[in-house]
């Protein structure tokens, strides 16, 4: 059975800071990884996909690498803001299209 | 943002009545997903649907049934609720074609209270 980690569970930067989030899998054998944004009370964004095929996926700030091999992700996220103050959940297709999340790490980005 | 909504978005009831949530898609996209959020155990699959009349059971079905007679509806039932089955419900949907485009797209999530 598949398990994503994510860790740590939470995270507090002062505004402006590089951070980095970290997501393992269980079984290497995906399809794709997902990184979600949420915010209090509300539903998940999508913020990158990487296919197993890739490497990394960039978006704006946001970089997502991948290493199937080891199992694990990372989503790297540059110059930070209380903007980006939000559950950040990673989350992989193991082949029914349905994903298996992990818990999130919560983080707050301070002013 | 993707068209997808959720009916109701917040509902109360009690244990042992039955519950139906709906979800709605404007998309036209072949998969629907219904997963609930619980403190600790993060999201998890409840059922998905691949198409109209074609689902299939996610990692916590038990108690749950769906149905989708339309691509723009899905609906998840509670056959008869439990106060296990209080949560955050959320519908998500996908195109379904392998590759870029792949990602899937959530709905604003039902809380369900169960007394």
């Known amino acids: 059975k598949q398990e994503v980690t994510q860790i740590p569970a939470a995270l507090s930067v002062p505004e402006g800071e590089n951070l980095v989030l970290n997501c393992s899998f269980t079984?290497?054998?995906?399809?794709?990884l997902q990184w979600f944004r949420q915010d209090p009370g509300k539903g998940l964004t999508s913020l990158l996909l990487i296919q197993s095929s890739q490497r990394e996926q960039t978006s704006g700030r946001l970089n997502a690498s991948l290493d199937k091999s080891s199992g694990r992700s990372t989503l790297y996220i540059a110059a930070s803001q209380p903007g980006d103050s939000a559950t950040y959940l990673c989350?992989?297709?193991?082949?029914?299209?349905?994903?298996?999340f992990g818990s999130g790490t919560r983080l707050q980005v301070q002013p | 943002d993707a068209g997808i909504t959720q009916s109701p978005r917040h509902k109360v009831t009690e244990t042992g009545t039955p519950v139906t949530l709906r979800c709605h898609q404007t998309e036209n996209h072949r998969y629907m997903y219904w997963y609930r959020q619980d403190p600790g155990h993060g999201l998890r699959l409840i059922h998905y649907s691949y198409g109209v009349k074609d689902t299939d059971k996610g990692e916590v079905s038990d108690g749950y049934s769906v149905s989708r007679s339309k691509t723009e509806d899905f609906l998840l039932t509670l056959e008869s609720a439990t106060s296990s089955q209080t949560s955050v419900y959320f519908c998500a949907i996908s195109e379904g074609q392998r590759g870029p485009r792949e990602t899937q797209y959530f709905g604003p999530g039902t809380r369900l209270l169960v007394l």
């Open positions: 079984d290497s054998a995906i399809y794709n």
């Open positions: 989350a992989v297709d193991t082949g029914r299209r349905a994903l298996t």
